[in-house]
């Protein structure tokens, strides 16, 4: 859009403004008089409302993560203090048969530690008692003197609820079938190993009759070319002590109405694919109205997925579990899962560890079924190797609902926790999301929080530290997300990746309610508003140290609200951003202000252009109250092109040129004004403009504008300015300049000399 021609005022009107300064109208005051009304005016402005702005220093808390919980630790990350399970050092390495489960201090025995005899320890001194010794000599009767040597010799089928089988330390082939009340124990889980058949056997473990919940206790199912355990309708199976690693397609599978499986002290390794197809791979599996209760359970290195529980009526109870590294692909919901809930499933989790799966950590999925994670970590999720897709840390899709408490996503690729659909629901209080990473071959997503489809999160004292693309995302009609004492930090994007990043987004009709939340230290926008029905709510809210985009050093903008979408403010700070504090474009779209104050914005790096304070252009509209704008640079308020800004008890202090206007490095920029309508509507009211370096109000014409420019001013003072009003709109009406306001200690007060008129700027885009 090309700069308009400059228009001159009417030598009358100029010799009239002088004519009232120098009778001394108290309407008007000339520079270099000293003016009681002016000290009047200056008095009248009311200041921001904001409590913890003292000193100038904003004293606003971090999210209230501590005190950690028991075994939990304090560690500092970009200057806020978190919780977290392992400290900074992280988890420990574990030896075979031992684990590190989130809150303890160290690698423990998975189950009972290790007897120094062959046997295990505590056996029950009542019952049937059947002894099974690897490398027994053959005909035993299974007696401790005579054991059996293999799992092939034992009478599954004749064995009564009561009956034990006691693992001495040893490797086992074959497969175990256990009536209901019967139990298997173990030496230990790194000595007692089962292996599985090479046969079409479903499982290493099985349950076969209805009635008290079998056992299985202290060995490891390691390599089997089969799943691991599995229970179905009607059984029930009580796990602890008992490491899963390599299984086929699912470690644990619960399928069937009134399944019932309880886990305690386990750990799932290594589930692989059952298939050359690159499906399944599943650690748990709880599906058709099973149940399911795990205590101190450990999934790990799954090929697809750790646990899934699916259909209604399902229940899945996990504490003290560690579920990680999970492989290729589910064949339900989200093929590659950690853990998978659905179809009216439930599931709580307390003291888990969800790492490195294939696909996502955590998935539930269809209305009514609920998840409840307490003291969680979800880590190191990533995509499928075969597709590539299918990547998250949690993920809550169909109407389902999730509860996280005290808990750390981190690490996870394209989604830390992703809502989606309609009545899908999460509420995470006091919860860590880090480090999402983008898909290795685009460098897309990576995003902290995404809400959308018409979801809901409500988040309380959450940090959503340095993930990539966004940090917390809601979209759609009917989305909303709520933050409140929250901390969004550290968002990056790739170099190549030109759509940069932002720290909240929410766009399309969704709705973001944020309360005594910190967007500080994001790449390109620090929150970000688009799309008609967006809808944003700020209140005691701080947006600072936004940085241009690495790739070609634009944006750093703090706050971009455009193309439809609206903004409500209460007591917000925009600081130490670059381009433009709040800036806000397109018809229909809409900002409200309250108790506002942008300050100490800074220019691009690399031409020293921009740093200006609030911008509204191409037919948005601005209005509010209490505001104040101070140290920014070129443009301290600024409505361009169509737009409308209305507001009362305003402060603009210190509106220096660009960087780049002192070295001629950008002559068509070297203005500096504090207030200027350009093509648009500007309305002033009570009002405090100082100490800009050029004009302090600025008016003129704009080539495309639909409307003429407009600025008036009521009651407020313009001082310490070269010009005091920069009028270049030919015959405009002094009056609309005049109505109670003075001009003070200005080197002009009114000129018409031609000067640079700003354009409309370029919109923002995560």
Known sequence: ????????????????????????????????????????????????????????????????????????????????????????????????????????????????????????????????????????????????????????????????????????KGAYEGVVSLKAGVAVIGACARDTVLHGLAFPVPSVVAVSSRGEPAILRNLTIAEAPQRGIQVGAGYALTVRGVVITGAREIAVLASGSDASVVLEDTVITRTRRGSSDGRMGVALFVNEGAQLEATRLMATENVSTGVVVLNRGTVATLVDAVIQASGTAARYHVEGAGMDVGDGAELTATRLLVSDSQGAGVVAGDSETRVTLTDVVVRGNHPREFDGLAAFGIGVFEGAHVEVTRSTVAENSYFGISVDGVDSSCVLTDVIVRNTRPNPTTELLGRGISVEGGARLDATRIVVHGNHNVGAVCIAEGSVLTLADAVVEGTRHATGDLSGAA???????????????????????????????????????????????????????????????????????????????????????????????????????????????????????????????????????????????????????????????????????????????????????????????????????????????????????????????????????????????????????LDSTTLPVPQPLGTGEP
């Open 1 to 168: 859009m090309g700069q308009p021609r400059v228009q001159f005022l009417h030598s009358a009107a100029l010799l009239l403004l002088l004519a009232l300064g120098a009778c001394g109208q108290d309407t008007m005051g000339t520079d270099g008089g000293v003016g009681d009304a002016a000290g009047d005016a200056a008095a009248s402005v009311m200041s921001p409302d904001i409590p913890w702005l003292a000193d100038g220093v904003p004293a606003i808390a971090p999210p209230a993560l501590t005190p950690c919980p028991p075994g939990w630790h304090e560690v500092t990350v970009a200057a806020t203090t978190e919780c977290h399970p392992y400290g900074s050092a992280g988890p420990e390495t574990c030896p075979a048969g031992e684990a590190h489960f989130p809150g303890e201090p160290g690698c423990r025995t998975v189950g009972d530690v290790c007897p120094s005899g062959d046997w295990p320890t505590g056996l029950p001194t009542d019952g049937v008692l059947i002894h099974v010794k690897a490398d027994a000599a053959a005909g035993g009767d299974g007696s401790l003197g005579r054991p059996y040597a293999g799992l092939g010799e034992v009478p599954w089928i004749s064995l009564r609820a009561g009956a034990t089988v006691a693992l001495a």
């Open 503 to 749: 720290g909240v987004v929410v766009q399309v009709g969704g709705r973001i309610e944020a309360s005594r939340v910190l967007v500080a230290d994001n790449d390109g926008l620090g929150v970000f508003s688009a799309g008609a029905g967006a809808e944003l709510s700020l209140v005691d809210t701080v947006v600072r140290d936004t940085l241009p985009r690495q790739s070609d050093d634009l944006m750093g903008r703090g706050v971009n609200v455009q193309f439809g979408a609206s903004l409500m403010a209460t007591r917000l700070l925009v600081e130490d951003n670059h381009d433009v504090g709040v800036f806000t474009t397109g018809a229909g779209t809409t900002v409200s202000l309250a108790d506002t104050v942008v300050r100490e914005m800074k220019p691009r790096r690399s031409d020293g252009s921009m740093g200006r304070g609030i911008f509204a252009q191409e037919g948005a509209h601005i209005d509010g109250a209490r505001v104040r704008i101070e140290d920014v640079q070129q443009l301290g308020l600024a409505a361009v092109l169509d737009s409308e800004v209305a507001l009362r008890d305003v402060t603009i202090l210190r509106v220096p040129a660009a960087d780049c206007a002192a070295s001629g490095a950008c002559p068509e920029m070297s203005y500096a004004y504090g207030a200027a309508s350009i093509g648009a509507t500007l309305s002033l009211s009570h009002f405090a403009i100082d100490q800009s370096a050029v004009c302090g109000v600025f008016v003129a014409p704009l080539t495309g504008a639909a409307g003429p420019s407009a600025l008036d001013l009521a009651t407020g003072t313009v001082r310490d300015s070269v010009i005091g009003a920069c009028v270049q709109v030919d015959g405009y009406d002094i009056g609309r300049l005049t109505n109670e306001v003075r001009y003070e200690d200005n080197g002009t007060p």
